[in-house]
């Protein structure tokens, strides 16, 4: 396993991908209005594991160019974990939650990375710079969401609902670390996998729990499509290619510019009102990362 090397490729990614994924939360509300949470979260994944299918058969079913005892196992492990059962516990847990203390469990996917990385992976050791700049992005994220973050619905599964976010962040940490520990493999060959795994744990699941799937309607449709090939498919590739390369903990940081995206778009295009907080919470996120990557950003401008 080589050692992560973060480059200027490696920053634009991670960019899209927070942008990307604080779009999906536009995407997802307007489709709910057309089908249920266990479906939506069905049909993105199976929709995008089709098309990488297709991709994938066109550039010859390449995956991995060795394997070792357990690869597959952690594939399927993987794949459970990087889509299928976080989407299900965080469309469980919701319903009885804030949506700030799900944005904030999301947030601390970064947190749980950090120690999983530094055991698990060559190169990505914790330090106390580091887990400092994390800590500063993570309260970033705390003041941009506001009182919300930690406030009770006095839901009688509230505990059980926050337990569930928790625990859909920890599948994330886990399955970051996870692809980066596999053999040497094609990033669309393994992202594909990933979905399929998905897709063949979500659909049955979506069966049992909201009955057969909808009709959805034609603009439902649109937007399903929309989220299965930017939201899942493309961001998945994007996820597993950053992960590969630059590292787990790297690609962490994409938890902290999401409710960012998620709030300007939400302002910009929903006309929701821009917290009082955005400068202060923009200044703290900016000042963690810049801090937990200050190697990297270093080696990134010397080389300008």
Same mark, same amino acid.
């Given at each position: 396993m080589t050692a992560p090397e973060i480059t200027r490729k490696s920053w634009l990614m991670v960019a899209i991908l927070g942008f990307v994924w604080g779009a999906s939360f536009l995407f997802i509300e307007v489709a709910l209005k057309g089908i249920t949470p266990f479906w939506l979260a069905a049909a993105r994944i199976t929709f995008a594991s089709l098309l990488m299918t297709a991709i994938w058969g066109m550039r010859g079913w390449a995956l991995f160019s060795e394997t070792r005892p357990g690869t597959w196992s952690t594939v399927l492990i993987v794949g459970a974990l990087s889509s299928a059962v976080p989407f299900m516990l965080l469309s469980w847990g919701q319903q009885y939650v804030t949506s700030g203390f799900a944005g904030v469990s999301m947030a601390a996917v970064a947190l749980i990375v950090l120690p999983l990385a530094h055991f698990l992976i &060559?190169? +990505?050791?914790? @330090? *106390?710079?580091?887990?400092?700049? $994390? /800590?500063?992005? $993570?309260?970033? !994220?705390v003041v941009l969401i506001g009182g919300q973050a930690f406030e009770s619905t006095g839901a009688a599964f509230e505990t059980y609902g926050r337990i569930a976010c928790l625990s859909a962040a920890a599948c994330y940490a886990l399955s970051s670390? /996870?692809? %980066? %520990? /596999? =053999? =040497? !493999?094609?990033?669309?060959? *393994?992202a594909t996998v990933l979905l399929i795994v998905g897709a063949l744990?979500?659909? &049955?699941?979506?069966?049992? %729990? +909201?009955?057969?799937? =909808?009709? &959805?309607?034609?603009? @439902? /449709?649109i937007v399903l499509a929309i989220l299965g090939v930017v939201q899942t498919a493309a961001a998945n590739f994007l996820r597993v290619l950053v992960i590969r390369t630059a590292g787990p903990t790297f690609m962490s940081l994409t938890n902290y510019q999401v409710p960012l995206w998620s709030v300007l778009l939400g302002a910009l295009l929903l006309g929701e009102p821009l917290p009082p907080s955005l400068l202060l919470a923009l200044a703290l996120i900016l000042s963690g990362v810049g801090l937990s990557q200050y190697g990297a950003l270093k080696r990134l401008f010397s080389r300008a």
């Open positions: &060559p190169g +990505e050791h914790l @330090t *106390l710079r580091k887990g400092i700049g $994390f /800590l500063l992005g $993570f309260c970033g !994220v670390v /996870l692809v %980066r %520990r /596999l =053999p =040497p !493999v094609d990033a669309i060959g *393994l744990i979500v659909i &049955p699941a979506a069966w049992l %729990r +909201e009955g057969p799937p =909808p009709l &959805p309607n034609q603009q @439902t /449709l």
